[in-house]
């Protein structure tokens, strides 16, 4: 998906508005993909692009996180860790189907079908630049943290 421009797309986020990419178009872009709210590697996720955020913005760069949970589900969420920045809700998946997250995965010893944790940076045009699936959510901000800062 590497060189791909991404179509824009409009969602529910949180504090009452909705995301539209086309505007955003003017800065870097981190959209993380991540299966569920509340659940310890998601949490340790958004933990941690929450404590580098300060440092995206530095370089330009402005994050977003988005998952099949509701508006209010986000909301809860996103106040309980004080994140900064904006949680999307994609019930329907049109976005999670435009970017491929979708996966058949094992889930407690059951096949379950849900969001394949993935991020993918999109440069000041919409095209995405860098692109990571099936990551480990520890560590991960900060890898992708030093790849923007390469830009």
């Not at 949490?43 to 998952?67: A, H, I, M, N, W």
């Not at 909301?75 to 997250?101: I, M, Q, Y």
């Not at 890898?143 to 390469?150: D, N, R, S």
Request: net charge positive.
């Amino acid at each position: 998906m590497s060189n791909k421009a991404v179509a824009d797309f409009t969602l529910p986020a949180t504090g009452g508005v909705d995301f539209t990419l086309h505007p955003i178009r003017n800065k870097a872009l981190v959209i993380f993909f991540y299966p569920k709210d509340n659940t310890p590697g998601c949490t340790t996720e958004v933990q941690q692009f929450r404590d580098l955020y300060p440092e995206f913005q530095k370089v330009g760069c402005e994050v977003v996180g988005l998952s099949r949970d509701s508006i209010k589900s986000h909301e809860g969420f996103k106040s309980k860790f004080t994140l900064p920045f904006a949680l999307l809700s994609d019930a329907d998946e049109t976005v999670c189907n435009l970017f491929g997250v979708m996966k058949q995965k094992m889930m407690y010893g059951k096949q379950v079908r849900g969001i394949e944790r993935s991020t993918f940076v999109l440069d000041k045009k919409g095209v995405i630049s860098k692109e990571w699936r099936g990551l480990k959510a520890d560590g991960h901000a900060q890898e992708v943290l030093a790849f923007v800062q390469t830009f």
